[in-house]
T-cell receptor, first 116, second 113 residues
Framework: GAGVSQTPSNKVTEKGKYVELRCDPI?????LYWYRQSLGQGPEFLIY????????DSGLPNDRFFAVRPEGSVSTLKIQRTERGDSAVYLC??????????????FGSGTRLTVV | RKEVEQDPGPFNVPEGATVAFNCTYS??????FFWYRQDCRKEPKLLMS???SGNEDGRFTAQLNRASQYISLLIRDSKLSDSATYLC??????????????FGQGTILTVHP
């Protein structure tokens, strides 16, 4: 596609429920990143994929968070047993390769998750 | 201590003013540096890269001081449309974190008539 697409744009869920957030990167981009942004803060790294594999998942806060990218394109961030503290905007970014010297990653418009 | 630190502001300046933002980073390993701009309820967008020799893009000038681990952004002749949050960003260049962006908290700029 023309840009990074994230769905849904907004998600309200009850505490304890399971949610899936989807990211469709720019066609041909092999590197994909997930970030989380809380109000008044900069985006915080969660995980990144090079192809199908998670190259670095050190930012995932705990084992309730999991992400997959089975075919090296679309990625899904999964959150189990959601907590109110998970409320944030979840951003996805992609780049041609993880060694892209330009550094300018293209972000999607994000999924605003609200846990009530 | 945060890896990337910025003064959150807010900075309120009149149109035409010159404003400067500063940022410090803690990881002295070889890295790349950027300024991103984020409008309210929008995604971050790359404003400019920051090079060791300093670089300019129109009204925007970025500087890097590796010895002091300090990055700056200067905006001249501020426009109303410059109102946004400016994010200082450091990119890892080694190990398993290659390519990972670390963001500062962001500095809020409001330009008023």
């Amino acid at each position: 596609g023309a840009g990074v697409s994230q769905t849904p744009s907004n998600k309200v869920t009850e505490k304890g429920k399971y949610v899936e957030l989807r990211c469709d990167p720019i066609s041909g981009h092999t590197a994909l990143y997930w970030y989380r942004q809380s109000l008044g803060q900069g985006p915080e790294f969660l995980i990144y994929f090079q192809g199908t594999g998670a190259a670095d998942d050190s930012g995932l806060p705990n084992d309730r968070f999991f992400a997959v990218r089975p075919e090296g394109s679309v990625s899904t961030l999964k959150i189990q047993r959601t907590e109110r503290g998970d409320s944030a905007v979840y951003l996805c970014a992609s780049s041609l390769t993880f060694r892209d010297s330009q550094g300018g990653y293209t972000f999607g418009s994000g999924t605003r998750l609200t846990v009530v | 201590r945060k890896e990337v630190e910025q003064d959150p502001g807010p900075f309120n300046v009149p149109e035409g003013a010159t404003v400067a933002f500063n940022c410090t980073y803690s990881n002295s390993a070889s890295q790349s540096f950027f300024w991103y701009r984020q409008d309210c309820r929008k995604e971050p967008k790359l404003l400019m890269s920051v090079y060791s020799s300093g670089n300019e893009d129109g009204r925007f000038t970025a500087q890097l001081n590796r010895a002091s681990q300090y990055i700056s952004l200067l905006i001249r002749d501020s426009k109303l449309s410059d109102s946004a949050t400016y994010l200082c960003v450091v990119r890892s260049e080694g190990g398993t974190s290659y390519g990972k962006l670390t963001f500062g908290q962001g500095t809020i700029l409001t330009v008023h008539p």
